[in-house]
């Protein structure tokens, strides 16, 4: 099993949708979750940090269950410039960072 | 300011040859770490740096990897006998502490004939 799963998409949505992401990790003693952005033949840039309380950035929600395992991204009110791979990031105890494949999201006209 | 730099940004050898990839942090930045991403997938951990030391080797796929960071600063990942397999983007990231937001640089791509 790997550490760190995700939706394997592609999700392709209209503008204007609402799209959420799953994303699950098997190290019940991870420290810190991440999400990633990632464009085409890009690096990866950070998207935002998730805490246990769950998080809000404009239209980006972040939320947390330490119990299930289990973090989400919920992006409303979606943009063009949306489109790109959004990557779960968890990390260890030993501040090792454990990326997962990536969803990758088409936002289209 | 200057971000992370990776040279070089492509590097085409032959199979069984020897690579070195080099990753400049950014200024400051105690934390290092070396990752592999194949198309399609997302990064894979290799090795991860605290100042001179690697506090986490634990990724590096086998004996033909090892990187250095012998001044705590630049970092060198080195390949040896390269095989078809490692054909990759090879990336560098680096953080202002161990588990800190890590910034990334463009990737070297590696491509083993």
């Known amino acids: 099993r790997k550490e760190v799963e995700q939706d394997p998409g592609p999700f392709n949505v209209p503008e204007g949708a609402t799209v959420a992401f799953n994303c699950t990790y098997s190290?019940?003693?991870?420290?810190?979750f991440f999400w990633y952005r990632q464009d085409c033949r890009k690096e990866p840039k950070l998207l935002m940090s998730v805490y246990s309380s769950g998080n809000e950035d404009g239209r980006f929600t972040a939320q947390l269950n330490r119990a299930s395992q289990y973090i989400s991204l919920l992006i409303r009110d979606s943009k063009l410039s949306d489109s790109a791979t959004y990557l779960c990031?968890?990390?260890?105890?030993?501040?090792?960072?454990?990326f997962g494949a990536g969803t990758r999201l088409t936002v289209k006209p | 300011g200057a971000g992370v730099s990776q040279t070089p940004s492509n590097k085409v050898t032959e199979k069984g040859k020897y690579v070195e990839l080099r990753c400049d942090p950014i200024?400051?930045?105690?934390?290092l770490y070396w990752y592999r991403q194949s198309l399609g997938q997302g990064p894979e951990f290799l090795i991860y740096f605290q100042g001179t030391g690697a506090a986490d080797d634990s990724g590096l796929p086998n004996d033909r990897f090892f990187a250095v960071r012998p001044e705590g600063s630049v970092s060198t990942l080195k390949i040896q006998r390269t095989e078809r397999g490692d054909s990759a983007v090879y990336l560098c990231?680096?953080?202002?502490?161990?588990?800190?937001?890590?910034?990334f640089g463009p990737g070297t791509r590696l491509l083993v004939l």
């Open positions: 200024s400051g930045h105690t934390a």
């Open positions: 190290n019940s003693a991870s420290q810190s």
């Open positions: 990231a680096s953080s202002l502490g161990g588990g800190e937001t890590q910034y």
């Open positions: 990031v968890v990390k260890g105890n030993n501040n090792d960072m454990r």
